[in-house]
Structure formats: C-alpha cells, structure tokens
C-alpha cells in the first residue's frame, strides 16, 4: 500500500499514472499548493524540498521517496515492470527520463511561469522558453518517427512525458507539424490507467479516496 502526496500537476500526474499502470494500492493525500500545504513541517520530513509529488511505501517502513523521476525508477524497479532489466534497455528508458526531467519539465515549466502567472509580461523571456519546449518536442517527434514509444516499448519515459506535453496549450506551445508527437499523445492518451492517472487528485466535488476508488473498478 502507497500513499501518494500530490497535485494536479504534470509531476504529480506521473506518479498517479504508473500506479494506476502497475495497478498497485494507493491512498491520494491532495495538497493545496496554494495554501503552502507543502511547506508545512510535517510534509518537509517526507520531502525536504518541499514540492509534490511523494510517495510514501507502507511495506517497506513508510519509506518516503521524493522527486518523480526517482519515484517512477523506484516503482518501476519494485515491480520488474516500464524499465528493462538488461542494460542497453535499461539505458533508453533512462535516457528519455531524463531528458524529460533535465529539460522538457523546467522549459516548459518556465514557459508557463512567464506565460501564465509573472506579474510582468516580459515577451523576451515568453519567446525563449516557448522556442525551447517547442525545440524539444521537435526532438521527441523524431524519435516517434521512428519508434511506437520513446524506448520502443512502453516505459516510464512515456509516463513521465505524456502529462508535459498533454499541457501543451497552457504553455503556448504549437504542436503544427509534430505528426508523430501528436500519435503517440493519442496512443498514450487512449490507455485507461493514464486517462484515471490524469485525474488524480478528484475534482473538488469528489473526494481523493473516491477516485481512486473509480480507477480501481475501472481497471478491474
């Protein structure tokens, strides 16, 4: 059993996907990020950098495990599932983690910062991250051309990419011309487990436990 502390952001849509994939038990504790419920002391002492997502392993002594890249490997790992076992496999996988965590997340999270929430538009600023993120999903649809998935077979890079790249429009980022970027969305898009994922935590009108309760029954 896992509890899953998180926010209906990207990062924290990573973590409640591969749960929902492995089909493991989880409890969704939603912070308010507005609030600051992240910054509390008691969540510091499972995340000291105080951010979302983390994920707390009941079976394995309330191990905390923060950062989602490092929560999706420690999933992965646990249950021999989303990352080969042999090294060059392994490797590809790792790869395009990375390559999402290194630079599609803080580019485009940027972008939305200066396009969304700055108290001062500052065009310089909209245009470079903007022209970034749009540089890296160039670099994603080449690799879609070629392959189903980013390390050929479905993996944690998928899982981790997807909900970056779904938010597409709230960054102001153009998808004209990534053919394959926009396949594989629809191919990722189309799995239960990612479409339960994606809403986690429940709407305001619905509790946390309820909607994992749904994707349960749904995956059943």
Do not use: C
């Amino acid at each position: 059993m896992y509890d899953l502390y998180t926010a209906p952001t990207p990062n924290g849509r990573k973590v409640s996907i591969a749960l929902e994939e492995l089909g493991l038990p989880y409890t969704v504790h939603a912070l308010d990020l507005s609030a600051l419920e992240q910054k509390t002391p008691a969540y510091l002492a499972l995340n000291p950098n105080g951010r979302i997502p983390t994920l707390v392993d009941r079976e394995e002594g309330d191990f905390a495990v923060f950062e989602s890249g490092a929560i999706l490997v420690y999933l992965a790992e646990k249950t021999g599932r989303l990352l080969p076992v042999d090294p060059r496999g392994r490797s590809r996988v790792l790869q395009w983690l990375f390559f999402q965590m290194a630079g599609i997340g803080p580019m485009q999270g940027q972008a939305n910062v200066f396009s969304r929430y700055a108290p001062e538009r500052i065009p310089y600023a909209i245009d470079r991250y903007q022209r970034e993120t749009r540089r890296l999903y160039e670099v994603l649809d080449r690799r879609l051309g070629a392959e189903a998935y980013l390390a050929s077979d479905y993996s944690i890079a998928d899982i981790a990419t997807y909900p970056w790249v779904a938010s597409h429009e709230w960054a102001g980022i153009r998808m004209e011309g990534l053919d394959a970027l926009i396949a594989w969305l629809g191919r990722v898009g189309s799995r239960p487990a990612v479409q339960i994922g994606m809403q986690v935590p429940a709407a305001p009108d619905r509790t946390p436990d309820e909607a994992v309760h749904q994707g349960r029954s749904l995956l059943a």
